[in-house]
């Protein structure tokens, strides 16, 4: 089983290099070296948002677009969808504006850590009238630590919502059962994410808009202890997420594809189907179970799941 990150804070104090306030300094960094190490995965485009993907809208026009996002959410400044201006931004060119904008941040420094899968409840499709499951990338900045603290202010209108995460011990190509999916992984823990759409108001995008944006990403806390699979019944599990001790949330971790494992066979196939592989080493985000809450100073906010340590952060 994987270490996790000791850090107890997640450092935001004034402004870093990449110009945001949550910066997750102090991870162990366990992830990264798996991350490196493997064969193939060094073929992930993130300095190419062209290549072989598809889309008809121009590299300069995918570049300027992930460098819009990129500033908007360094500014902490919510800006117009991008299809307003771009109604040809297809899911393939929202995919390439995504990688672009990932390339941004490696390029100052992030790692990429993992994935997030997106939109594999019901409950959040309708939260956020969207139609189907999409996926983004996880970096080591967007980490906090469990029982860390999150600056409300240092984004634009985060939310937070409870997961489950996997952590992938074996390269995962193609198509996968759920057996092998679950047999690559060496542990899972409950998750919290925060997400922070860049757009106006948080609502009535697009899948393209959103996938652009790098499906909302902002932050992540996993629980302080991966766990094995073995003896629970994933698709069976009770989630629960409090505010300050009342209970905002709750519903069965079915709700995330009808089963967890299934949301991460469900992004190997998505990556797949761009040409690439899912590293060992990497974090994967199953997709929230229930709606998001919006975050607000002050607030404690608590991610539980049947069998697993709980999760934990702390909006300042
Ligand atoms: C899109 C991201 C959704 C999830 O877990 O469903 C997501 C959004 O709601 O803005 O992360
Ligand atoms: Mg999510």
């Not at 542990?187 to 393209?208: H, N, Q, T, W």
Request: with cysteine; charged share 20%.
């Amino acid at each position: 089983m994987p270490a996790q990150s000791s850090a107890q804070d997640d450092g935001q104090r004034g402004r870093g290099a990449s110009g945001s306030d949550n910066r997750a300094e102090g991870h162990s960094g366990n992830q990264l070296g798996d991350w490196k190490s493997g064969g193939r995965q060094a073929c992930f485009p993130f300095g190419a948002p062209g290549g072989k993907h598809g889309g008809m809208l121009a590299d300069s026009v995918i570049q300027q677009l992930a460098q819009h996002l990129h500033d908007s959410r360094l500014a902490r400044r919510e800006t117009t969808r991008l299809t307003e201006a771009h109604p040809d931004l297809d899911l393939d060119a929202a995919y390439r504006v995504m990688r672009a904008g990932i390339a941004l941040r490696t390029a100052a420094g992030e790692t990429v850590v993992g994935y997030k899968m997106g939109l594999t409840s019901k409950a959040k499709r309708e939260q956020m009238n969207l139609a189907s499951p999409v996926y983004g990338v996880l970096t080591d900045r967007m980490r906090v630590p469990d029982g860390g603290t999150f600056r409300v202010a240092g984004g634009i209108h985060p939310k937070v919502e409870p997961e489950i995460a996997f952590h992938i011990a074996r390269e995962l190509e193609g198509h996968v059962s759920r057996e092998e999916a679950l047999a690559a992984c060496d542990g899972v823990c409950a998750a919290l994410e925060i997400l922070d759409s860049r757009f106006a108001g948080f609502k009535y995008f697009s899948l393209p808009d959103v996938v652009a944006d790098n499906s909302s990403s902002s932050h992540f806390v996993l629980a302080g202890e991966w766990r094995s699979s073995k003896g629970l019944d994933l698709a069976a599990l009770s989630m629960r997420m409090s505010v300050d001790g009342v209970m905002k949330q709750s519903a069965s971790s079915n709700a995330i594809s009808g089963d967890p494992v299934l949301s991460l066979v469900q992004l190997v196939e998505m990556l797949a189907a761009q040409g690439e592989v899912l590293p060992a080493g990497s974090i994967v985000l199953a997709g929230a179970a229930t709606v998001a809450e919006q975050l607000a100073p002050g607030q404690e906010v608590v991610g539980e799941v049947e069998g697993l340590a709980s999760v934990r952060v702390r909006a300042v």
